[in-house]
């Protein structure tokens, strides 16, 4: 248990929904560490067909709402990433969060954005149809027909990042945009690969993914912005009381989405 208070801590590309979703592993990481603010810092979602969510997707969905609760005095911040577009009207009735495009805040006197990083590939943003159509729906179904430890698919996604160059090219787009906009810090996802890049005055930030068999995260403190790589437990099944308690989250939460119409859901995955 990490006894330090965070300002903020972020995380991204969980993709819930998908296969290789260490969702489990991220909730573990929200319930051991203390903070003011979280950011989820887009493609929570893997897709809009919330068919596709398991049991330790909806677990993490339900402490997000938990969290949202102002009694908790944390702020939950939900960035708009690629994977989540047209989810963001359902996403707030859900779980309570507003849902930001980019979002900004002050920190030790520093400027602070965080944005998903998509708007800094040209790719994506060039071939939205194509992407999703032929790049998400495909790896979705190459998941499955992966082995058990999905090895195919996460080498997949890593060449996938070195052949896009994606990693240079959202760091000069972000870098850029914090540029314009005067901000000392600037964190993005996307790439699925964490990374930390200076330049004078500005410092960018890549917070990873929740698919790779090392998920990173961020944290902003007192001691600085630290890349954290996530620490495997030799009880990541979440026995006894933590089990009991995520599982009654679930529970409740899962109660609460059978009363929403179906017409919503199928609205969602269309």
């Not at 402490?63 to 963001?88: A, C, F, M, Q």
């Not at 590939?121 to 149809?129: A, E, K, L, M, Q």
């Not at 790049?135 to 080498?155: H, M």
């Amino acid at each position: 248990m990490d006894f330090e208070v965070y300002d903020t801590l972020i995380l991204s590309d969980v993709h819930l929904g998908a296969d290789v979703s260490r969702a489990r592993e991220a909730l573990r990481v929200l319930q051991e560490h203390s903070y003011r603010r979280l950011i989820l810092l887009g493609d929570i979602f893997a897709d809009l067909n919330f068919g596709r969510l398991k049991k330790e997707h909806w677990k993490f969905l339900g402490y997000i709402r938990k969290l949202s609760n102002p009694k908790r005095n944390v702020e939950v911040v939900w960035v708009e990433g690629n994977h989540d577009h047209g989810l963001t009207a359902i996403m707030s009735h859900l779980v309570g969060v507003r849902v930001y495009q980019e979002y900004r805040w002050e920190y030790q006197g520093l400027r602070h954005i965080a944005v998903h990083g998509h708007q800094f590939d040209g790719f994506v943003v060039n071939n939205v149809r194509f992407s999703y159509w032929f790049g998400t729906l495909l790896y979705l179904q190459l998941q499955k027909w992966d082995s058990k430890n999905k090895a195919l698919t996460r080498f997949l996604d890593r060449l996938n990042t070195r052949w896009l160059r994606l990693s240079a090219k959202v760091a000069e787009g972000a870098l850029a945009h914090a540029r314009h906009h005067q901000a000392a810090r600037i964190f993005c996802g996307h790439t699925h690969a964490a990374l930390h890049q200076h330049e004078p005055g500005i410092d960018y930030f890549n917070c990873g993914s929740w698919i790779d068999e090392h998920p990173t995260y961020i944290t902003v403190g007192e001691e600085g912005v630290r890349i954290q790589e996530y620490v495997e437990h030799p009880d990541d099944r979440h026995a006894g009381e933590e089990q009991s308690r995520s599982d009654a989250d679930y529970t409740e939460f899962a109660g609460e989405t059978e009363r929403l119409e179906d017409g919503e859901y199928q609205g969602v995955g269309r």
